[in-house]
């Protein structure tokens, strides 16, 4: 594992639809994206911070999106899909893994801030390429294969005042 150290260049992504619904459904709270990027740069040298949103027509959205960019999150939005049987999808996995991938070769750690098991190949992916991979999620709602395949975990839970409005 590679350590830590301030000239160290990391991109943090965020999955925010996973950070919101583990918020509110552990505890109907709001995530506080300036301590996630504060937490997840750690002192060390930002390279790019993106945000993986959803645009679901909600009135509030558009100043989330740019309380992100207020912050110094790239926002990537994507609009929600709805299938002729009514039910709805967007996500992001795909754009994130690919993003990661793409800025693998320009810096040293990749923040996977999410709690979805399904970036566990791609941890395991950046490792294998030399990129040390920190998770960042609520413990009690993440993948347990997303924990293990991490160098890091940061459990969110454990420092609410922190990450948590």
């Known amino acids: 594992m590679t350590d ?7 991109a943090v992504l965020a999955d925010s639809q996973n950070l919101y619904h583990s918020a509110q459904s552990v505890y ?3 995530i ?21 949103v959803i645009r679901a027509d909600s009135p509030e959205e558009e100043s989330f999106f740019e309380a992100l960019r207020d912050i110094g999150f790239e926002t990537k939005i994507k609009e929600i899909k709805t299938f002729a ?6 996500d992001w996995d795909l754009g994130m893994s690919l993003d990661a991938v793409s800025l693998a070769s320009h810096v040293d750690t990749v923040v996977l801030c999410t709690g979805d098991g399904d970036f566990a190949r791609l941890c395991s992916h950046l490792r294998h390429e ?6 960042m ?4 709602s993440a993948a347990d294969e997303l924990i293990e395949a991490a160098d890091d975990f940061v459990d969110l839970a454990e420092e609410e005042e922190k990450f948590l409005l």
């Open 28 to 30: 109907s709270r709001n």
């Open 85 to 90: 049987d009514g039910s709805k999808k967007a």
């Open 137 to 140: 999620g609520f413990g009690n």
């Open 4 to 10: 830590i150290h301030p000239d160290q260049r990391v």
């Open 32 to 52: 506080d994206y300036s301590g996630l990027l504060d937490g997840a740069v750690a002192d060390r040298s930002l390279v790019r911070a993106i945000a993986y």
């Open 130 to 135: 030399g990129v040390r991979v920190e998770a």
